[in-house]
C-alpha cells in the first residue's frame, strides 16, 4: 500500500467508466432494452428476470460479525468477492443496497465500498442516485397527506382514531429534531392536531414493499395491506380504504426496477433498495437478486450490520418468501472488530493486541455457528489493513479451523479483484461442492412468539425471551388482526448479540425483552422493538456533511 493511499472519492473520481450500455452488453442485455440515467447508470426492465436461468446460477451472501460503528467493509468486500470472481473467469455481478443519505452526511459516510473496490460513479450512488429514495418518500408522505385530509373530510371520513395512526412521515436525512412532532395545528381548515414524526426513509415500510414485490400488481396488493390504525368502531383501517394504492403505485413505477452500474474494474453491479437491517430487512430487493441471478453466473449479495440481523432476515424473511436459495456465505471479520469485542478502547483499536483479538474471537465464532444453523458453510473474509499482525491473523485462522471453516485475508480495498481471488476460489469451491443445504431458522406457520424465542435463544444467545405489559396488547391485537402467522423482522441494536448495546463480545445468560410491536402488514412481516430503537438517527457533533463541498466545475470533494 503507498505511503500516501488516496482516498475513495480520489479513487472513483480516476476511475475510467464504460458506457453503461457497454456494461449492458457485459450481461448479454440490449442497448435497446435499459432506461439512460446519463453515461453510467441505468435501469433494467422487470422482462429480464427469467426464472428458469435463476435456478441453474449461483447465490453467495456477504455478512458480517457484529460491527464497530464504522462498518467493517461488508460492501468492499462484496465489490472486491466480485472482480475476484471474474478475475478467475466466473461470470459474476454484485447486488448491492442503495446507500441512504442520512449515513452520507452523518457519520458512517457513503455505501459504495472502499479503496480500489468500489462501485461507481460513486458520487451519484451516494447522493441522490436514480431518485428511487425520492419516489419511496413521496409515496410514503402521499399515503401520510390523505390520512391527515381523512381526518378533517365531513363526507367522506373513514371515522379514522387519530389516536391509534401509526403510519408516520419520512425523509432520507438524519434530524433527531423530527422525531416527535405535532401536526395539523393553525384551525380546523388545517386538519385535525395530533402528535405525528418522521422516520428516515430507509425506515419506510414503503422501502420494505418495494424489496419484496416482484410486479406492479404484487406492490399494489402490498401497499394496500398497509395498516394505518383503528377506526371509531375498533375496526383496523388500510390504506386500500383510503383509494391510496393506485397513486402510491404510480410514484413507485421506476423505483421497482433495479438500477445497473460497475464495479472500479468494469464488472457489472445492480443496486436496488436499502432498508436498514436494525429496524427493517436490511437487504436489496428481490427483483434486484433476481436479475441478477438471470444475467450472472454468480451473485454475490449482502445484508446488513452482523449476520444476528441482515443475514437472519436475509433468510428467514427474503428467501423464505422469493424462493431463493444461497450457496454459500462469507463472514466479513476485521481484527479492529475483534480488538473491539475483546475490550479494547476506541484509541486502541488500530494497535495489534493478541489479548484484546484473542477474547473477541468467541464474537466471530457465535456468527460462524448461527449462520451454519441455516444449513449454510461460510468462509471468513479477513479484510486486511496494514496493522493487521500476522500473529493475529493466525489466529482468527485457528479459531475458524475448530469449525472446519477457512479464513483468508482479503486485500480487496488496497488491491481490487487481484486481492481477494483466493477468497473467490474459495466460494467457488463451497458451490461446486455443494457444501451449503439452505434452511430457515423457523417454519412459517410457528405462532409468533415461538418465532421471537428462536431467534433470540438460538442466534442472539439468550436464555429467554419477556415481553411488557404493551408488547402483550400488540400481540393480542396481532392475532385480532390475523397477521399472527407473518415472519418476524427484530428490531435490536446491531452494536451487540444482545439487546444492550453496551455487552461486547459474546454475551451469555442475558434476557431479551420486547419492549412492543409495529406491524408491516403490507411488506408481510411482524416487527418486534427490542430496546429504544430510532427510526430517526441524530447527526454526530461534527457530521459528515461540514467537509463536502463542490467547485465551480463540479468536482465533489469530502465524499468517504
Keep these: 500500500m503507498p505511503a500516501v493511499f488516496p482516498s475513495d472519492l480520489e479513487i472513483a473520481q480516476n476511475s475510467n467508466m464504460k458506457h453503461i450500455k457497454e456494461m449492458a452488453a457485459i450481461i448479454g442485455v440490449n442497448s435497446d432494452d435499459i432506461e439512460y440515467y446519463g453515461k453510467y447508470k441505468a435501469k433494467l426492465p422487470l422482462k429480464l428476470i427469467n426464472e428458469e436461468k435463476i ?3 449461483h447465490l453467495v451472501l456477504v455478512t458480517a460479525i457484529t460491527p464497530t460503528p464504522y462498518g467493517e467493509g461488508k460492501t468492499t468486500v462484496s465489490v472486491g468477492l466480485t472482480d475476484g470472481l471474474n478475475k478467475i473467469g466466473k461470470k459474476a455481478m454484485a447486488v448491492l443496497r442503495e446507500p441512504s443519505l442520512g449515513p452520507v452526511f452523518g457519520i458512517k459516510g457513503g455505501a459504495a465500498g472502499g479503496g480500489y473496490s468500489q462501485v461507481v460513479p460513486m458520487e451519484d450512488i451516494n447522493l441522490h442516485f436514480t431518485g428511487d429514495f425520492s419516489a419511496i418518500e413521496k409515496a410514503n408522505n402521499l399515503l401520510a397527506a390523505l390520512i391527515d385530509n381523512n381526518l378533517q373530510s365531513k363526507t367522506r371520513s373513514l371515522h379514522i382514531d387519530p389516536r391509534t395512526i401509526v403510519w408516520k412521515r419520512v425523509m432520507d436525512m438524519n434530524d433527531r429534531a423530527l422525531r416527535h412532532i405535532i401536526v395539523g395545528l393553525g384551525g380546523i381548515s388545517h386538519s385535525i392536531p395530533r402528535e405525528d414524526g418522521f422516520n428516515i426513509t430507509p425506515a419506510s415500510e414503503i422501502m420494505a414493499i418495494l ?4 410486479n406492479i400488481e404484487d406492490l399494489k396488493k402490498k401497499l394496500g395491506n398497509i395498516y394505518i390504525g383503528m377506526n371509531d368502531k375498533d375496526e383496523p383501517v388500510f390504506a386500500r380504504d383510503l383509494n391510496a394504492v393506485g397513486a402510491m403505485a404510480v410514484l413507485l413505477k421506476e423505483a421497482i426496477k433495479p438500477n445497473l452500474v460497475q464495479t472500479l474494474e468494469n464488472n457489472p453491479v445492480i443496486l436496488h433498495g436499502g432498508p436498514f437491517a436494525n429496524i427493517a430487512q436490511g437487504t436489496n430487493s428481490v427483483n434486484a437478486t433476481k436479475m441478477g441471478l438471470s444475467l450472472a453466473e454468480f451473485v454475490v449479495t449482502e445484508a446488513g ?11 428467514d424473511i427474503k428467501c423464505a418468501s422469493a424462493g431463493l436459495k444461497p450457496e454459500a456465505v462469507v463472514l466479513v471479520v476485521t481484527l479492529k472488530a475483534l480488538r473491539h469485542h475483546g475490550g479494547a478502547k476506541k484509541a486502541e483499536l488500530q494497535n495489534a493486541d493478541t489479548v484484546k483479538l484473542m477474547n473477541g474471537l468467541p464474537n466471530m465464532e457465535k456468527h460462524i455457528e448461527n449462520v451454519m444453523k441455516f444449513g449454510m458453510k461460510p468462509v471468513v473474509a479477513i479484510n486486511y489493513f496494514p496493522n493487521d499482525s500476522a500473529e493475529e491473523i493466525e489466529l482468527v485462522k485457528n479459531s475458524c479451523a475448530k469449525y472446519n471453516v477457512k479464513a483468508i485475508v482479503c486485500k480487496c480495498f488496497a488491491e481490487g479483484g487481484e486481492g481477494s481471488t483466493a477468497l473467490a476460489e474459495e466460494v467457488v469451491r463451497i458451490v461446486a461442492n455443494k457444501e451449503s443445504n439452505f434452511k430457515p431458522l423457523y417454519e412459517a406457520d410457528l405462532p409468533i412468539e415461538e418465532k421471537i424465542h428462536r431467534i433470540a435463544t438460538e442466534i442472539y444467545g439468550a436464555t429467554a425471551v419477556e415481553y411488557s405489559v404493551k408488547a402483550k396488547q400488540h400481540l393480542k391485537q396481532i392475532k385480532e388482526l390475523g397477521i399472527d402467522k407473518m415472519p418476524v423482522c427484530m428490531a435490536k441494536t446491531p452494536k451487540s448479540l444482545s439487546d444492550d448495546e453496551t455487552k461486547r463480545g459474546r ?17 408481510g412481516f411482524v416487527i418486534p422493538i427490542l430496546g429504544d430503537m430510532m427510526r430517526m438517527p441524530g447527526l454526530p457533533v461534527i457530521p459528515a456533511a461540514e467537509n463536502i463541498d463542490i467547485d465551480n466545475n463540479g468536482k465533489i470533494s469530502g465524499l468517504f
Design 55 to 57: 435456478k441453474n446460477n
Design 507 to 523: 454475551p451469555e445468560n442475558f434476557i431479551v425483552t420486547v419492549r412492543e410491536f409495529e406491524f408491516a402488514s403490507g411488506a
Design 211 to 214: 424489496c419484496l414485490a416482484e
Design 305 to 315: 450490520f452482523g449476520a444476528d440481523l441482515g443475514a437472519e432476515k436475509f433468510f
